[in-house]
């Protein structure tokens, strides 16, 4: 449709006519012409004559009143539909149709005001009445039902017009024409900030992760790095291998009584089921009371009593029927040496198998202990090892052993910060590292006494000293026992030359300032060794040597 000419059989729109708007070029009096009826085709045209097109004007119809249901903008009459709806949406309202005349072609104003180019009107031509018989009818679509509606909305018409001028642009949603440009650049700046946008929260998200994972470690659950589970096997010198060696040797005892109880330790002596420990640690079960072992494993046994000597602080107990105990080596307190470290295992406060570690503090501390009966029949004199290894109310009569795990000595006594008398002496204050032990060679030989006689002897000088003496040295009083002479008539001490009111101040070339050490000295040697003195007498020093007696003990 370039130049209004027919060129052969052409169908045409029925398109409903809108009100005229500013800056159309179309007549404004022009009027859609009235349709064909509806039922019939229309007659065939002439093949002579010239073609209508589809631009051109019908006369005015007589102006009526629009019946109920009509359109009050359309001068079409109310009836049955043309055709039924397009159900591809097909502009305007659906297929062609050869029976409906086209009115002028409406032209809706662009979106945003863009001038419409101005256009020649169309040339006037006859209305077209028939169709050439030799054309072949179009596909008659079947007949649709258009109900009445209000003016559309100008966005009905913001589409593409394929009956437009040649070279008119497209219709279109959007900015005017020209700004293409300036969209596709907001377009990338748009995206650049989101790009921006999404760096900025995926660098806090990652920093914040960062900061979570240096803090914790990670982000699964914490598992702490640790040593592989070992054999357990230990150095047999180290302290945890001594005590493997020792412990299953070392039991506890607890002791009952009609007027007390208490708690100590003991270890194994031989696969007899022989036990040494403390005599003030057996010493509440009296004549009658109870005493029970506790092994290492956890098992215990009834004990009774083999001997005891308040003297040396030293008691045998023997447990019957147990198998399988393992003795604990005994060693030689002769060659310990100061600074030698140490091992002491016992109950402190009915803690069974408690361990601890120290060293010898000293050698030949002469101590005393009990006391308590008044008549000094119960005093203990103990030429002691001294340590540092913690020992406490509990640990009495346990092993004091060497990095062999052989026993050099018994602990007995602590020296305590309240009262200076000691656990066994009242005192319950806790180790402030003096601690004393029975050398373990006197304790052999108190052992072996009671359990072969169930009595231990005590080598004697045959003399009774002045314990109110207070110079340095021990000296030989005046009377001794029932007003008898102090020096025993026969005695080692007369075959000496030794007489009342001498002062002796060594023996073995040892230094005596006391009575006690005088006993503690002597009692650390065996009947009949031989022993040199030293002593003074009327400001003249001289030496004897003796044979030391036996007495039996208590």
């Known amino acids: 449709m370039d130049d209004g000419k027919p060129t052969g059989p052409q169908a045409k729109w029925w398109s409903r006519p809108t009100a005229a708007r500013p800056g159309r070029d179309e007549p404004q009096d022009a009027q859609p012409e009235s349709p064909a009826p509806t039922d019939h085709p229309p007659a065939p045209a002439p093949a002579e004559g010239p073609r209508p097109t589809d631009t051109a004007a019908h006369p005015a119809a007589p102006a009526s009143t629009p019946a109920p249901g009509q359109d009050p903008h359309s001068s079409l009459p109310v009836g049955p539909p043309l055709h039924e709806p397009d159900a591809y949406s097909t502009p305007p309202y659906g297929g062609p149709g050869p029976w409906a005349p086209a009115p002028p072609v409406q032209r809706p104003t662009p979106a945003h005001g863009t001038p419409v180019p101005p256009q020649a009107a169309p040339a006037p031509q006859p209305q077209a009445t028939s169709v050439p018989p030799q054309a072949a009818p179009l596909p008659q679509p079947q007949a649709a039902s258009i109900p009445p509606q209000a003016p559309q909305p100008s966005s009905q018409w913001l589409q593409y017009d394929p009956w437009g001028a040649p070279g008119q642009p497209l219709t279109q949603v959007g900015p005017p024409a020209g700004s293409e440009p300036g969209r596709r650049k907001n377009r990338r700046g748009g995206a650049f900030a989101g790009m921006l946008l999404l760096a900025l929260v995926a660098s806090g998200i990652g920093g914040g992760v960062g900061a979570y994972v240096e803090r914790t470690g990670g982000l699964t659950t914490v598992e702490l790095p640790q040593a592989s589970h070992d054999n357990g096997d230990r150095a047999p010198e180290s302290v945890a291998g001594i005590a493997a060696s020792a412990l299953p040797s070392v039991v506890t005892l607890h002791v009952s ?25 057996v010493a509440p079960a009296g004549s009658s009371g109870d005493i029970t072992v506790t092994f290492s494993t956890g098992e215990t046994a009834a004990a009774e009593l083999v001997g005891k000597d308040s003297g040396y602080d030293l008691a045998v107990v023997r447990v019957k029927g147990v198998l399988g105990l393992k003795p604990l080596p005994l060693g030689n307190s002769d060659n310990v040496q100061v600074g030698d470290p140490v091992v002491a295992i016992g109950a402190p406060f009915d803690l069974s198998n408690t361990v601890t570690s120290g060293i010898i503090s000293a050698k ?32 009495s009569g346990g092993p004091l052993v060497d990095t062999q795990a052989h026993v050099i000595g018994i602990n007995s006594a602590i020296r305590a910060a309240d009262s200076g008398r000691g656990a066994e002496r009242g005192g319950q204050s806790g180790s402030i590292g003096l601690g004393f032990a029975i050398p373990i060679n006197q304790g052999k030989r108190v052992a072996e006494e009671l359990i072969n006689t169930g009595k231990a002897t005590h080598p004697v000088i045959g003399v009774t000293l002045d314990m109110k003496f207070t110079g340095d040295g021990a000296k030989v009083g005046t009377k001794g026992a029932g007003d008898g002479p102090a020096v025993t008539k026969d005695g ?32 650390a040697h065996r009947p009949g060794d031989r022993l040199e003195l030293r002593l003074t007498r009327g400001g003249k020093e001289m030496s004897v040597t003796l044979t030391l007696g036996s007495a039996s003990g208590t």
């Open 492 to 523: 080692p001490a007369a075959k000496a030359g030794i007489r009342s009111g001498d002062v002796i101040t060594e023996v073995q070339g040892q230094r005596v300032h006391s009575g006690e050490e005088l006993i503690v000295k002597i009692r």
């Open 257 to 281: 009584g009609t007027a007390e109880s208490g708690t100590g330790t003991g270890f194994v002596l031989d696969g007899r089921g022989h036990i040494l420990t403390n005599n003030h640690v």
């Open 364 to 395: 030949q501390r002469p101590i005393t202990a009990g006391g308590e009966k008044g008549d000094g029949s119960d005093i203990s004199y103990v030429d002691a090892l001294q340590t540092d290894a913690p020992i406490n109310p509990g640990n």
